[in-house]
Nanobody, 125 residues
Framework: DVQLQASGGGLVQAGGSLTLSCTWTGFIFDDYDIAWFRQAPGKEREGVAYVSKSDGRTNYADSVKGRFSISGDYAMNTVYLQMNNLKPEDTAVYYC??????????????????WGRGTQVTVSA
């Protein structure tokens, strides 16, 4: 079975940094995409960052460009989300997701096949 696990969340002051990790087991195919999403209370789940394992393409939400960076250590079955200069509006539960097919829009949560349990990120002012 495919399983993903997000970790690394916590409480940080505005301007601080956190690194989230997404690890997985059970992947059968060697070509896949990994994305980070977040969901704040009362808001829809939004795509934060995306990486394609096959060609290394990345994408970011406009709200995090220049502050967040996604990278993969595929030998370790891990994708990281480095978050710098955090803001209170980054507070949310962060999830990682995987897809093995063709994505039409990387930030569309409905297109992802597998999800890990979220990790809470809280940024204080």
């Amino acid at each position: 079975d495919v399983q993903l696990q997000a970790s690394g969340g916590g409480l940080v002051q505005a301007g601080g940094s956190l690194t989230l990790s997404c690890t997985w087991t059970g992947f059968i195919f060697d070509d896949y995409d990994i994305a980070w999403f977040r969901q704040a209370p009362g808001k829809e789940r939004e795509g934060v960052a995306y990486v394609s394992k096959s060609d290394g393409r990345t994408n970011y939400a406009d709200s995090v460009k220049g502050r967040f960076s996604i990278s993969g250590d595929y030998a370790m079955n891990t994708v990281y989300l480095q978050m710098n200069n955090l803001k209170p509006e980054d507070t949310a539960v962060y999830y990682c997701a995987a897809d093995f097919g063709t994505l039409f829009r990387w930030s569309n949560a409905r297109e992802y096949d597998y999800w890990g349990r979220g990790t809470q990120v809280t940024v204080s002012a």
